[in-house]
């Protein structure tokens, strides 16, 4: 006897299994079951795939010597070149700092993305610089004396200085720009005046000549054609030999220092965590504090007193033991019909009275002795339908002779 | 010591302090004021180790029955103890309630009721008993674990009872007591008494009547003050499970309704239960006390998974038993068990005493014999008609040997077994 689970199997035996369902069948069913998901995840790809394909593969930038669109300066870049100046794009405020030379006019556009060492960089270029609506912190390094002030919403304003490019200008069309103030002093020249305040300011520091522009619309494609824009840019812009048109990419992440992400956090967020670590720490302890101990308890053998004969039927169905089948209902048969015919039980398996106990069974019976000797003695059965047959009959006998 | 999820509350809660006073020292002035709270909830909770722990109760109970244990705790401290308490006890006792509040004032004592509704014969010991005391605060608390020992014996449920009217019915029958005139018919010689209109004439004594003027008949009695020897086989073939019944549990039930009708009947009956060793015993009890003592010896008793043996189980009973006595072995008919254990001893066994075997057969045979249908149901009836048929031979082959075979159901054993004894009292065998 052996310890075992019970088995659900081994209980529903005696009662007709279902038959098993096709391999077809649990496919289709399988399928059935997960199409939702399997629609939900492939939209989701097509939809990915549609994004993927729609996005340009450069995205266009504003200010960008090389972008066609609205906000880029393409236009001027063109023209710069028909006039004969050179122009080369920079990307990294190293290359521009490289190429510029003394006879060159640096712009400088998106300031926002200058890191404290690309500024650095940018002072020591040579050359003259264009700083197109600059932050706080390119404005303090590079164009010293000139502070933001303000800003100034009108659309366009009036020559009122005596800068040559401004002059050549005539008025110019801003758009939305900031102004502002200059700590005076000698060689600053402002222009373009809001409110006391101005739009371009130039400055000299040491030797070179720094231009600050309070708004990048003079020089974008949308409005290059609009009051003087085209001539301001060309003559800012234009103004030496050659132009080093710088364009900042994105910095790298990380690129921008050595600080960690500890270095960053205040110390305050710091005591946070630590003090939620406590108090998890405790909680923890306090749940794991438990009120008197788990009791151990050995438990009975759960084994089915039935289980050997279950275990015996299963193994006949596996082996197709239809020969061993058909004598245990045979001698159970016997067993009980001997004792209805007035026979001693122990004739029953006993083959000296098998012709007495046929005989009498088909004399009882509407089968005749052959019939009767066959269900009772015969041979193995051939197939399985041949054994389902010899339990009916089995039974019919048992019947008749009990009601005889 | 035990802390409390109030104090991982507030720990969390103090997390908002350095987000509005970021230093150390703010963190460790928390960290200060917390360790002093617990430190004066500890030193201000009620002193779980003043506390004794007595107990009162049931020490048995009926499987199926609920025994009532009562817990006292006792305060010896001069302090209040207000706490949770745990009595701790095994899965099967089923002890409800899990825990409780008790509240004990110095020098006083407080009872906790615990209900036990066991699931399983046997003993049922308490494990511990747990008390944890928080303090005023609510932050941390003492907590203490002391064993206060109790066992509640879960004794068989011997629900074949209902039977016994019907059979001590029976047995007054075979003596004669309840109706005058009919004579006992046992076979034991009882007095001479003076011949009643109705008396059967057979039973006239002539010797007796030639002495006396009067008629006078013998009256008759079964035979009395035998022995009785409950035999339980405790091996591996009494685990098997009849129903959700272990075989053991159906074969004690039969073994008491048979104790029960035989100490009334006026025989002594003995018990012991053997696989490999002797697992209980009962020899000599009183006809009062002889119930009470099986229960009590066959309560522990549970099923051992090892091969019983029958020569240790034989010679343990001769040695004990000189006179001639019958001996109820309950086991099962297993083909391999019998044949190569018990059944070479048979002649020896039955040439001293009466021997009956009293097994317990599976209903679960009886369908799948009967099932039909499909397949599996046929090859499900051929494999129990083979078991039966195993069944049958070899309680021919036992009978062979002149012993008394009863096989039932687990419903049917216990009055089949009293009926087996009542009949051979009747015939006068024992």
């Not at chain 2, 004032?105 to 014969?121: K, Q, S």
């Not at chain 2, 549970?302 to 020569?311: H, T």
Request: proline letters at 6%; hydrophobic letters at 45%; one cysteine or more.
């Amino acid at each position: 006897m052996i310890q075992s689970p019970p088995q659900g199997g081994a209980d529903g035996s005696g009662s007709p299994a279902p038959p098993g369902p096709t391999a077809g069948q649990v496919a289709s069913r399988r399928f059935r079951s997960a199409r939702g998901i399997v629609l939900v995840l492939l939209a989701l790809v097509a939809i990915a795939v549609i994004l993927a394909a729609l996005r340009p593969s450069v995205t266009p930038q504003d200010l960008d010597p090389t972008s066609p669109t609205e906000g880029g300066s393409r236009a001027l870049a063109e023209i710069l070149k028909q006039n004969g100046t050179r122009l080369d794009v920079a990307r990294r405020a190293g290359d521009a700092a490289g190429l510029a030379s003394p006879g060159s006019v640096t712009v400088v556009t998106r300031p926002e993305r200058l890191t404290d060492g690309d500024i650095d960089r940018l002072r020591g270029a040579q050359g003259d610089l264009l700083l197109v609506q600059p932050n706080r912190s390119v404005l303090r390094e590079l164009a010293p004396g000139v502070h933001r002030a303000g800003t100034s919403f009108e659309r366009t304003a009036d020559l009122d200085c005596a800068l040559p490019a401004a002059r050549l200008a005539g008025p110019v069309a801003f758009g939305g720009a900031e102004t502002y103030a200059t700590s005076g002093g000698d060689g600053v020249v402002t222009c373009y005046r809001a409110d006391d305040y101005s739009r371009l300011v130039q400055v000299r520091d040491g030797s070179r000549t720094v231009t600050v522009l309070g708004s990048p619309e003079p020089l974008t494609n949308a409005h290059l054609t609009e009051e003087g824009n085209a001539a301001l840019g060309m003559n800012l812009a234009g103004a030496r030999s050659s132009v080093v048109w710088l364009i900042p990419d994105l910095p790298e992440a990380g690129a921008g220092g050595d600080a960690t992400l500890s270095d960053l956090l205040p110390f305050g967020v710091k005591l946070f965590v630590l003090e939620v670590l406590v108090a998890v720490a405790l909680v923890a302890l306090w749940r794991a504090r438990r009120l008197g101990p788990v009791v151990a308890e050995a438990l009975p053998v759960v084994v089915r007193s039935a289980e050997t004969v279950e275990g015996r039927a299963r193994l006949y169905r596996a082996h197709h033991a239809r020969g061993r089948a058909a004598d245990a209902l045979r001698a159970g048969a016997r067993e009980r019909l001997v004792p209805l015919l007035g026979l001693p039980r122990s004739t029953a398996q006993d083959f000296a009275f098998a012709q007495e106990i046929v005989t009498g069974v088909a004399h009882r019976t509407s089968y005749d002795e052959a019939v009767v000797g066959t269900a009772l003695y015969g041979p193995e059965p051939a197939d399985d339908a041949q054994l389902l047959a010899l339990t009916d009959i089995l039974d019919v006998l048992e019947r008749q002779v009990r009601q005889s | 010591m035990a802390l409390t999820g109030r104090l991982g509350l507030l720990a969390a809660l103090g997390a908002l302090v350095p987000i509005f006073l970021p230093s150390w020292w703010a963190l460790a002035a928390l960290w200060a004021a917390l360790a002093a709270a617990v430190a004066a909830d500890l030193a201000l909770a009620g002193n779980v180790r003043a506390l004794r722990f007595h107990r009162s109760g049931d020490a048995r109970v009926r499987l199926g029955e609920t025994a009532s244990v009562t817990l006292i705790v006792e305060n010896l401290g001069r302090r209040r103890v207000k706490a949770r308490l745990r009595d701790v006890w095994p899965p099967s006792a089923a002890a409800t309630p899990r825990a409780t509040r008790v509240d004990v004032p110095a020098g006083e004592r407080r009872r906790v009721e615990m209900t036990l509704a066991p699931t399983r014969r046997g003993d049922r010991a308490a494990v511990t008993v747990v008390v944890r005391s928080a303090g005023p605060l609510g932050l941390a608390a003492r907590q203490l674990s002391r064993p206060a020992p109790w066992t509640v014996r879960v004794l068989p449920a011997f629900p074949s009872r209902r039977h016994l009217p019907a059979k001590l019915a029976k047995l007054r029958e075979l003596t004669g007591n309840h109706v005058a005139l009919i004579r006992g018919q046992g076979t034991e010689f009882d007095s001479l008494r003076e011949y009643v209109d109705g008396d059967d004439v057979r039973s006239i004594d002539w010797r007796a009547t030639a002495r006396r003027a009067d008629v006078v008949v013998r009256t008759w009695r079964p035979e009395r003050d035998r022995r009785i020897y409950l035999v339980l086989d405790t091996g591996r073939t009494s685990a098997g499970r009849v129903g959700d019944i272990p075989r053991l549990d159906c074969s004690m039930d039969a073994a008491m309704l048979l104790g029960a009708l035989a100490s009334r009947a006026g025989d002594r009956v003995d018990l012991l239960a053997y696989d490999r060793r002797v697992r209980a015993r009962v020899e000599g009890a009183s006809r009062t006390d002889l119930l009470p003592s099986m229960v009590h010896a066959m309560a522990p008793l549970e099923p051992e998974l090892i091969e019983s043996d029958a020569a240790g189980m034989v010679s343990a009973l001769m040695s004990r038993v000189r006179q001639r006595c019958l001996v109820v072995l309950l086991t099962e008919l297993n083909t391999a068990a019998i044949e190569e254990g018990l059944l070479p001893l048979l002649p020896r066994l039955t040439a001293r005493h009466l021997v009956m075997i009293a097994a317990v057969s599976d209903p679960r045979v009886g369908e799948m014999a009967a099932g039909r249908g499909d397949l599996a149901a046929v090859y499900d009836a051929a494999a129990a008609e083979r078991a039966r048929g195993e069944r049958r031979r070899l309680t021919a082959e036992l009978r062979s040997y002149g012993v008394e075979v009863v096989d039932a159901p687990p419903a049917e054993i216990a009055p089949a077994l009293a009926d087996a004894y009542l009949a051979l009292k009747a015939a006068g065998r024992l």
